[in-house]
């Protein structure tokens, strides 16, 4: 459905349901009663009106943003962000993480790159908390001294978000550049910390790749195979996570590789 025809749709929903609300103590109550139960609860017409106008000011502001998302429109729509955010300077999460989407939508890492850097410039605090998404220009081109250096300046800090993700990313780093000491460390402790299947499987398959076995990872992969046995309950579980993790939509090949080996008996 068409976003002009939901948000028209919405009001007449809206408007219809305030119609019967105002109408009904008319219809149950006689008039008199009626304006007295208005005069005692006029506030909860106030506080409708106000969620009303609210919800639909909301929708106007963003109405060219909708509009450019319903028609996959990624030049517009890039356009529009990009004049949103470094003109303006409104470095709002949800332009970071839509100029993050649409760049990766059309293979433009140039745009997460310049991203970086205006939020490195401008927002330097703000960098913790995209820090895994903003490294993703050098981790996909497999420039693992770039990732190195990005990742390693985040993954210890406290307020950096998905920091076992970003400490992951580092260690992937690390594999390639061939220093598995240090990686296989990293990835210990990311299985020592609570967090999600995925990354705790490509943690494991991480492990794997550099010839680490030990007790706890057999029996964490026997956590995952008891609970994600089944395709279904496991792709379900990723497209979970998918919608608040963008990185993960990077790494479906890998994850590919890791379920199949994870399946495997060469992994029991």
Known sequence: MKFKSIFFLFNIVVILSFALIFLLPIILLSGSYSIVFWKDNWYLAVLFLILIAGLDGYFIFNWNLFIFLEKEDWPSLTAYLEERIYERGQF???????????????????????????????????????????????????????????????????????????????????????????????????????????LRLLTLFSLDSIGHKSDNTEAELAKYRSKFSDDRKWTSYCESLRGKNIFILLLTGLLDEARSWAKSPAAA
Request: glycine fraction near 2%.
């Open 92 to 198: 709002r999460k949800q332009y970071i993480r839509l100029m993050i989407n649409t760049a990766l939508a059309v293979s433009n890492l140039d745009k997460i790159e310049r991203l970086s850097r205006e939020i490195s410039e401008r927002k330097p605090l703000l960098l913790p908390r995209y820090a895994l998404l903003l490294g993703i220009p050098p981790f996909l081109r497999d420039d693992s001294t770039a990732s190195l250096v990005h990742y390693g300046e985040f993954k210890d800090a406290k307020n950096t978000a998905d920091r076992d993700w970003v400490k992951w990313a580092y260690a992937f780093s690390l594999i390639r550049e061939g220093d598995r000491e240090m990686a296989e460390e990293i990835l210990r402790q990311i299985l020592d910390n609570k967090n999600d299947y995925v």
